[in-house]
């Protein structure tokens, strides 16, 4: 416990969160494909399953920069512990990040009555790291809040997600991403998720 107090005193003040996104209007949704404006598509068999009926999208970048995974690794050299309480610091305010953007999104979207769907990230089953990173990334420079990709399509700083939400008035809003995530059967998680 004295240890994650640490972590989250001292990580806290490390944590520069930014957040990159664009709202484009749908054109059209045929087959495994989502054309938008701006001559943009996305395109997935998840995508198409989950935004059929989406008038719009939000294609998000989420970061808590690289301050707080540079103080982290450097911790671990001395105190392993110490340095993975920090780098689970890290990984929760990612994710924080990205639902209270998520949250944000809903705000917006009922203001017109609308309703947005679940978020779907790269690497997920059935769109894969590189095609998604590669489709999200033409559309959103991710590098504009200082997030590179490798050549693997890796984010760097690794404490960054990145995701597409549909919206509309008819969308659904139907499961959770945790069904599609490529390491549902192995997530050590999934029984705190299933009891959000």
Known sequence: MDIAERALAEGSRLIEPKVL????????????????????DLQGCILVQHMASAEEVVIAYCTIGERLEAYSSEAMKDDLVFGLALDGLGSAAAEE????????VDQQAAKKAWLT???????????SVEEGQKQLSAIVDPRRIGVNLTNRYV??????????LGIGSQIANVGSTCEFCSMKDTCRYRDHYAKL
Do not use: Q
């Open 155 to 164: 984010m760097l700083p690794r404490k960054s997600i990145s995701f597409v």
């Open 97 to 104: 990040l990205g639902n209270a953007f998520c949250e944000y």
């Open 117 to 127: 769907g679940i978020p779907l990230g790269p690497g997920m089953i059935g769109w």
């Open 21 to 40: 996104y664009e709202r484009l209007r749908v054109r059209s949704i045929r087959h495994k494909r989502i054309s938008l404006e701006g001559g943009f």
